[in-house]
């Protein structure tokens, strides 16, 4: 039972960490290596509004949100949209959006160091909190929680509406939704903006039970980076489930086996993945 | 003008200006001690160094240029500092030290950030006659690198002593009967984790101790409520990690989650910050680290006032002032030898007492044997209750519960 709450806790964390870089990459194509830092900033934020006007980061989070999404879109359409352009095929595009993203992470952390060089350490909701018997800490849970309610919004927003249903087109094939009336240039932009706030707000939860800085980003784009694709790129449910799947082995490994090991099995599990089924999960099969 | 033009001639200027300012920096050189300092600003080791290393390094050149600068034969000159960032990667180190050396021609080097940088660099800086007071460095082969290296000097002791510094207090507090013999002992599977258990093994054994459970977890773990979980179901008395920043943070948390109910609590690397006694407060009443300081000397109390005032954060209750230190001993130096000879000042420094924040330092075969090895928060500092050579250790006292 123990193993089960904290591994699901576990994979909500995760979940927070790679259901914006599926969006990103899965819609608007875009394989952002700056995943990790636009989360950083989201912890940057609440950490900064915590230390100095006491601010909860569960208010800070309707801040970093639109912040993060106008930012993201900015980005988008200024930084990458040039690229988008000048692609010849999805290949080019992703070496691209490759190079400059992860250029623009080095200008994020150089940014972020400036304001606060040293950790983001402060205590929110640290409390113990038991469930069914088990404690956990009442942060994590809520993290959690706001994962799901994450999830679930977007999950029903792509699935639910008629905007969702323009961006899921897209994720299938741009050039087919040009071709039934979609603007793929808008919904991208959206897609992305989208992404990116989902990421900083993730990253403005994990803040409050996991100490952060300024240069650390790069570990949450590899772990992020690892759930989409075992998920299953461009399908929200896929990169939900990995993070669950990833969130209950590492901690059952890490309970019964060693902790030692949890890193090498989440290896393993992502190794198995890639070699029987190597569209993810959820993933299609490419034509 | 078209873009391509105008990113040139936007290139152009900017080299024009780099070149100003160029020969401006020699025209001056002449009148300053440039001293090179490479250290992590970005990468995993920069939350670190930017508590510990550079707010030191940063206040003694103010506090130095403040007064006029060092006094040489030739008259004060100002200290010029030239900061590299090596974003916590061995070869960017190694480049920004080389071209510190060569390109701007610095008179003396700070030693780096991290005991493996400071190895590392350690032939470089012996090749070009360099001497290093290394701070943050802690190793057991201490002894076997000042050997080979001359120029290289040690001042916040080796693993055994550090690890001796814990069973000291440990075997203290089960003579008082305050706790019994079960230790668990868990540790960050890098190479400073790793030396620290495997020399913490056999002393806590030796010493009586048993080690009811002993795990390892990889740098970065996010959760690690499954290791607290498994420490309190060993059911000890004292409880010990070797951990590093963003993981001594997160075993205390989920100690006090967990309420780990044990008389000796222990974390490592960072348990020593300002942020760690900001994030907890009363909670962490009692927990031990590695470090400590005595802030009721008068030097040490007025250095900790500069810091804050002059850097605008809080030195850390460890290294910071061991750093501060070896920033003294190095101007101390190379005033008494009244020139940027390195090899005088590397002669002196092996054969002379300094006047330090930490009281008097002497380098014995090149290590000095003055450093604090255990701290214990109590209301809200956190004082040194183990030591090698320093007076001012307090009574430590038994944890009393996460509240």
């Known amino acids: ?287 | 003008m078209n873009r391509r033009n105008f990113v040139a001639a936007a290139a152009k200027t900017v080299a024009a200006a780099g070149m100003a300012a160029l020969l401006a920096g020699t025209a001056l050189a002449a009148d300053t001690i440039k001293l090179g300092a490479v250290a992590p600003k970005t990468g995993p080791l920069a939350g670190g160094s930017t508590v510990t290393h550079w707010p030191s390094i940063q206040l003694w050149v103010k506090q130095t240029n403040d007064k006029g600068g060092l006094t040489l034969k030739d008259g004060q000159k100002k200290i010029e500092l030239i900061e590299y960032d090596d974003k916590t990667d061995p070869g960017e180190h190694i480049k920004a030290v080389q071209r510190a050396i060569t390109q701007d021609e610095v008179d003396f080097l700070i030693a780096p950030y991290g005991t493996g940088f400071n190895v590392a660099v350690a032939p470089i800086y012996a090749k070009y006659g360099y001497p290093q007071i290394a701070v943050t460095s802690i190793s057991d082969l201490v002894g076997e690198l000042t050997e080979r290296y001359p120029g290289l000097f040690f001042t916040l002791g080796d693993t055994t002593s550090f690890v001796n510094g814990v069973k000291d207090i440990l075997v203290k507090m089960r003579d008082e009967g305050t706790i019994g013999n079960k230790i668990a002992m868990v540790n960050v599977a890098d190479a400073f984790g790793i030396e620290l258990a495997d020399v913490a093994r056999p002393i806590f054994t030796e010493a009586g101790f048993d080690i009811v459970y002993d795990k390892s977890y990889p740098l970065g773990t996010p959760d690690l409520s499954p290791v607290v979980k498994g420490a309190k179901a060993a059911n000890p008395d004292a409880f010990v990690a070797w951990s590093y920043p963003p993981d001594t943070f997160a075993i205390t948390e989920q100690a006090a989650i967990e309420d780990l109910d044990v008389k000796a609590f222990y974390t490592a690397v960072a348990t020593a910050f300002p942020a760690y006694g900001g994030k907890f407060g009363s909670k962490i009443n009692g927990v031990l680290g590695a470090g400590g300081v005595n802030p009721d000397t008068p030097a040490i109390a007025e250095y900790r006032k500069a810091h804050k005032e002059i850097t605008g954060q809080e030195a850390d209750y460890w290294a910071s002032a061991n750093t501060y230190a070896s920033m003294q001993i190095l101007g101390q130096a190379i005033e008494a030898v009244g020139s940027t000879d390195r090899e005088a000042v590397t002669q002196y420094l092996k054969e002379n007492e300094f006047d330090t924040i930490m009281g008097p330092i002497v380098f014995d075969e090149q290590i000095s044997n003055r450093f604090w090895t255990v701290g214990q928060w109590q209301d809200g500092v956190f004082r040194g209750v183990a030591s090698s050579n320093i007076d001012g250790a307090v009574p430590v006292i038994a944890k009393p519960g996460w509240e």
């Open chain 1, 1 to 287: 039972m123990d193993i089960i709450i904290s591994g699901l806790l576990l994979g909500g964390t995760y979940a927070l960490m790679a259901m914006g870089l599926n969006l990103q990459y899965g819609v608007a194509r875009i394989m952002n290596l700056a995943n990790g830092e636009m989360l950083v900033l989201g912890a940057l934020a609440a950490f900064t509004f915590y230390v100095s006007i006491q601010l909860s980061p569960l208010l800070t989070m309707f801040i970093v949100a639109p912040a993060a999404f106008l930012l993201n879109w900015l980005i988008y359409r200024f930084l990458l949209r040039p690229l988008v352009r000048r692609a010849k095929n999805q290949g080019q595009l992703e070496v691209d959006s490759i190079l400059a993203t992860f250029g623009m992470s080095f200008a994020l952390v150089g940014i972020m160091v400036s304001i606060q060089g040293g950790y983001f350490t402060y205590s929110f909701l640290a409390d113990p909190f038991s469930i069914l018997g088990t404690t956990v800490a009442l942060n994590r849970l809520i993290a959690f929680i706001m994962a799901v309610i994450i999830g679930l919004a977007l999950y029903l927003w792509l699935h639910r509406s008629r905007p969702g249903m323009a961006v899921r087109a897209v994720a299938v094939s741009s050039d087919a939704s040009k071709l039934v009336g979609i603007n793929v240039v808008r919904v991208s932009a959206l897609a992305f903006a989208l992404g990116g706030a989902i990421t900083a707000v993730g990253g403005t939860l994990i803040s409050t039970f996991i100490t952060l800085d300024a240069s650390i980003g790069v570990i949450f784009t590899m772990k992020a980076l690892i759930i989409v694709i075992m998920g299953g790129v461009g399908d929200i449910r896929g990169a939900i489930i990995a993070a669950a799947i990833l969130g209950l082995v590492e901690t059952a490994v890490a309970s019964l086996i060693d902790p030692g090991l949890t890193l090498a099995a989440a290896y393993l599990i992502f190794l198995l993945v890639l070699l029987f089924r190597p569209q993810g999960l959820f993933g299609r099969r490419a034509t």
